[in-house]
């Protein structure tokens, strides 16, 4: 067994979460369904089809991911963004677009808990686990970055036209793919490899459970951050589609959606400034930030519409940073992936509710 470099292990998972962040067509999906004629209604139900595929896997993915492997299941996330964009691009219909969105739903299934307790774990290896969050926060201005590019070049992606942009997003995938190969597994997984797999299941699935029932603040932290999320996701969603019908020149689009995305880096390194705020007091700050950047919406204002964005994903980036440091702080390494992937399943299950409320009132 090769020796673990925490750093060369950190290395690749900022740069698989780069790739996996920067393909133009998944930052402006929305622009793209829209471009092609279809409604705001149907990509409500669209991004409703993706929750309810992200509420019936979540868990199960995470499950995965400590039962084969966190390697394994970052793997398998990349092969699902790279069917979903092989469907999208290839086969025309609104069906098709549904099951392209199910396999992106599932990417994000198989790399949600995977990522964090890979990098968690194999901090804890190496008896670093105060560095964990640096490496968060680090993630999160990452992912912010990544998408805010690919969000500033929306608009090439509608020139390129959606198969053009689906076969770039295939590329960028593979070359991710490749990435993954080389990282390190947990000590935490390899050491039950001798095990059958029924019983890792088992001790997984009780383990999961056991702690859950526990754990009611581990419940509430997990709503309340789902919560601000949501609205933030939605409310970026839609301004794609939103801002344009304020007059503003079709080559602005990308850049306003870009600062708004930069709000997230803001709330990053905010949240390693605020480590003694409770997260009570930190989510009633949040939430007020998310819901006053959802009522920008309604000015029809591009520039009080863009600053209400920034506030959001300034919101939702610092709660959420918060929100998993301690999370992993307080769940088992053996069902880490399991336990964190539950925070995903209940932000599903909002946005499942969210999602066409949200198609119908931005249609207004």
């Known amino acids: 067994m090769s020796k673990l470099n925490i750093k060369k292990q950190l290395n690749l998972l900022y740069i698989s979460n780069f790739l996996f962040n920067i393909p133009i067509a998944g930052a ?57 964009a092989a469907v999208r691009g290839f086969i025309p219909g609104f069906a098709a677009v549904c099951v392209s969105v199910g396999f992106a739903a599932l990417s ?20 670093q686990i105060s560095k964990y969050d640096k490496y968060i926060s680090t993630q999160t201005a990452i992912y912010r970055i990544s998408n805010g590019i690919a969000t500033l070049f929306a608009g090439v992606a509608v020139i390129m036209g959606t198969r053009n942009a689906q076969i770039l ?63 933030d996701v939605l409310l970026l969603f839609f301004l794609q589609a939103k801002l344009p019908m304020t007059g503003i020149p079709d080559w602005s689009l990308g850049p306003l959606l870009f600062i708004m995305s930069m709000g997230g880096i803001l709330g990053a390194l905010a949240a390693r400034k605020v480590k003694k705020t409770t997260l009570g007091k930190l989510f009633v700050f949040c939430i007020l930030l998310a819901l006053i950047g959802l009522a920008s919406e309604f000015t029809g204002i591009w520039y009080i519409m863009t600053l209400g964005g920034f506030f959001t994903a300034f919101a939702d980036d610092l709660l959420q940073i918060r929100s998993d440091i301690a999370l992993n702080r307080m769940v088992p390494a053996e069902q880490r992936a399991t336990l964190i992937s539950v925070n995903s399943f209940c932000f599903s299950c909002i946005m499942i509710v ?11």
């Open 354 to 364: 969210m999602s066409p409320l949200a198609g119908v009132i931005f249609s207004l």
């Open 169 to 231: 997003s295939f590329g960028i995938s593979l070359v991710n793919l490749i990435f993954l190969l080389f990282l390190h597994e947990n000590k935490v997984i390899l050491n039950k490899s001798g095990d059958s797999l029924g019983k890792r299941i088992s001790d997984v699935f009780k383990g999961s459970v056991g702690f859950l029932k526990g754990n009611k603040t581990v419940a509430g932290l997990i709503f309340r951050n789902a919560l601000v999320g949501g609205i």
């Open 28 to 84: 402006a999906w929305v622009l793209l369904l829209v471009s092609d004629g279809y409604s705001l209604i149907q990509v409500g139900f669209a991004e409703t089809v993706f929750h309810i595929v992200s509420l019936l896997a979540e868990i199960p993915s995470g499950m995965f991911a400590d039962v084969m492997g966190r390697k394994k299941s970052l793997i398998v996330s990349c092969v699902m963004t790279m069917l979903s």
């Open 108 to 127: 994000y299934n198989f790399i949600s808990g995977s990522d964090s307790a890979l990098a968690y774990d194999s901090l804890a290896e190496e008896g």
